[in-house]
């Protein structure tokens, strides 16, 4: 859905007119990258409810068409700024040791969803997701899309250094960590905690049995 | 907030007309269960969109206000008849092998959730929830909670049978398998299937160490 992101292919301006720096237009990338982070920075600051195109074009100092030129609607533009906003707090760290690195990701993971307006607001997308089908495709295509295959990457690594059972399917490893995670936030029947976070890594890597 | 369902406690009539079979009014309890099974039927068959007070009292021929006696509003009304429809088909087995009874369990739930409208119900009120206290409040005291008490015990037991870790903390468990199934109808990245389920139980009883 984006465009190509290097330079020569993502001119912001007419073929005639090729983009020069310190004459007035900035780079399509940083064009980009400047409304994706007002976009990243409105939303956790003030919700979705007060989340416009308006107020990211006015923030980030763009017309409204530079906005539509990358993001078909409001929803994907809010799902690609929130996941551009949390991307390195919710990065995975690669110490080699798979156990101790879920278990950093999982206790960040946990303590922005919780004492951030992030987890609210994640809860309030998927929610109207379900009567929603154009923002059920944005919100995997821009957000929870990425952020598994990004997880399953992690996972894989560790299968290969043989930290992870080989016949495991990292997939379904993905809903039993952050998946499980999920299901506390939008059925608020027990609290997201560290000890939560900590509780599902060991589950998982140890097993149930005695 | 339900009236106790002991007939003798339960009456429908005034203190100076006691109930009596057979004399045109029906006891309580089989009023109460009436309207259930009213509710549960007509959520399962037409959805949420045309689910109304007015039509469950048609259905059960009972008055609004038999209904407004026992339920508050729709939304706990709609959840305990989806509860009491699906309960016996979400009954967890015991045949004294958590691994065997937990997979069938799970299949069912699976079955229950992508065969029938069931799964679409419960995504689209979990959905709703997010932006409706009420609802939210009636979804956890109706549905979610009591299921989440029934899945505790089996595990519990289980674990004095000596055949889960004594250590673990079962309300986690609950998250990492009927959980990462509502993350997979809410989100769904991947499908749900009963392979899913199947990997759901031997991640977790087995662990993910090589």
Known sequence: MTRASTPSSSSDSAPA??????????????????ILSAAGT?????????????RV???????KMSIYKWWPSKGALALDGYFNAVENTLAFPD???????????????????????????VA?????????????????????????????????????????RADADPRIVVDQLWGACYHRFLIPDEPVTEEFAAGLVTNLMRGLRP
Request: neutral net charge.
């Open 124 to 164: 309030e997308l998927v929610g109207q997701a379900q009567t929603d089908p154009d923002l059920a495709a944005a919100f995997r295509e821009h957000y929870s899309g990425p952020r598994r295959r990004l997880a399953v990457e992690v996972l894989e690594r560790a299968q290969r250094r043989g930290q992870l």
């Open 57 to 63: 074009a006015a923030t980030a100092g763009v017309s």
């Open 17 to 34: 007119a090729p983009v020069r720096r310190g004459r007035g237009r900035r780079p399509a990338d940083e064009v980009r990258r400047d």
């Open 42 to 54: 409105l939303l956790l600051n003030e919700g979705m409810a007060s989340f416009t195109i308006e």
């Open 95 to 121: 110490t080699g040791d798979i156990e101790a690195d879920l278990l950093t990701q999982l206790r960040a993971f946990v303590h922005l969803t919780v004492d951030t307006p992030a987890g609210r607001i």
